[in-house]
Nanobody, 122 residues
Framework: QVQLQESGPGLVKPSQTLSLTCTVSGGSITTNYYYWSWIRQPPGKGLEWMGAIAYSGSTYYSPSLKSRTSISRDTSKNQFTLQLSSVTPEDTAVYYC??????????????WGQGTQVTVSS
């Protein structure tokens, strides 16, 4: 059973960098052909895909967030990390990490973390 767990600060000040880590257990982040993703949900809005790091280490970002987003991994710890720079209150959301895979050319998510609330406020 794969488990994902987000960790990081729940409160970030405007203009700072938000940093979250997802720790994976029960499966390796280098296993073919999974995509380890960050997805967020602002209050009252739908899910927003932010980006992913593939089993190969390749990274993919949402065009709308690409200039502020960086995803990296530590294979020795089986973790992957999100950094979002220059945050504003509009970045307040529940942040999820999830495991994705392609099926019939669509990405599907089979395992999710429980989500972590991040609030951007001074």
């Amino acid at each position: 059973q794969v488990q994902l767990q987000e960790s990081g600060p729940g409160l970030v000040k405007p203009s700072q960098t938000l940093s979250l880590t997802c720790t994976v257990s029960g499966g390796s982040i280098t296993t073919n052909y999974y995509y380890w993703s960050w997805i967020r949900q602002p209050p009252g809005k739908g899910l927003e895909w932010m980006g992913a790091i593939a089993y190969s280490g390749s990274t993919y970002y949402s065009p709308s967030l690409k200039s502020r987003t960086s995803i990296s991994r530590d294979t020795s710890k089986n973790q992957f990390t999100l950094q979002l720079s220059s945050v504003t209150p509009e970045d307040t959301a529940v942040y999820y990490c999830a495991r994705g895979f392609y099926s019939d050319y669509d990405i599907r998510y089979d395992y999710w973390g429980q989500g972590t609330q991040v609030t951007v406020s001074s």
